[in-house]
């Protein structure tokens, strides 16, 4: 049945592989319920940015119809034209050995507010706030999906690998103990039948 020495010290190999493996698998298991509540609580962090996003996009608009009224959408083009780019830098963090995305936005320098506070219309610049604050709640909205899906993969892999100890690995090894057990039983129950009969057959010889 299985391709095993049955000797003891097999079989107290085979047993100390099992408390490996289910140690194994409790640190596995651990893993999978840490990184199951991160999920979660991204999950929760995603559905309450998703509310003020759409609270501050419906602010925007409101404010940029404002700011049509008083400068034109020809006025507005022109200052949407001559605001400084923002860059973007993606670096790794780590969440219980899980890489995913940390977004940062490069701000551009603050000096130019005072100009702009004088230069550009108090409409037009609360409306340009409501959308710079939308556009880094979007990036952080995609940041936190992206790594939802990456929690997601690793908890799959776990989940995988922990059945394939729990129901595959260890049920054998199981078995293994068992089946080298039974064999040394039946090995010691056939020494002792020969041993009676040699004790026998010594003992018809001696009278």
């Known amino acids: 049945m299985y391709n ?5 010290l097999e079989m107290m190999r085979t047993k100390s592989r099992i408390k490996i493996a289910k140690r194994g698998l409790e640190l596995l298991k651990m893993k999978r319920a840490s990184l199951v509540l ?3 609580n991204m999950v929760n962090e995603i559905r309450l940015l998703k509310v003020d996003l759409y609270k501050t996009m419906d602010d925007a608009e409101d404010r940029i119809k404002i700011a049509e009224m008083y400068s034109g959408k ?10 400084s780019k923002i860059g973007v830098s993606v670096e790794a963090k780590n969440i219980m050995g899980v890489k995913i995305p940390n977004v940062k ?8 507010v005072p100009y702009e506070l004088i230069s550009i219309p108090s409409a037009v610049y609360d409306a340009k706030e409501s959308f710079e604050r939308a556009f880094h709640t979007l990036i952080e909205i995609a940041e936190k999906e992206n790594s939802l899906r990456k929690l997601l993969k690793e908890i799959e892999k776990l989940n995988r690998r922990s059945n394939a100890i729990e129901n595959v690995a260890v049920p054998k090894m199981e078995g293994i103990v068992r089946y080298i057990g039974q064999g040394l039983e039946d090995i010691e129950r056939d020494q002792l039948v020969s041993l009676k009969f040699i004790k026998g057959k010594i003992n018809a010889e001696a009278g």
């Open 38 to 40: 991160a999920f979660f």
């Open 74 to 83: 020809i006025r507005l083009e022109g200052i949407a034209i001559e605001q």
């Open 4 to 8: 095993v020495k049955l000797t003891r």
């Open 105 to 112: 936005l490069e701000e551009r320098t603050r000096e130019n």
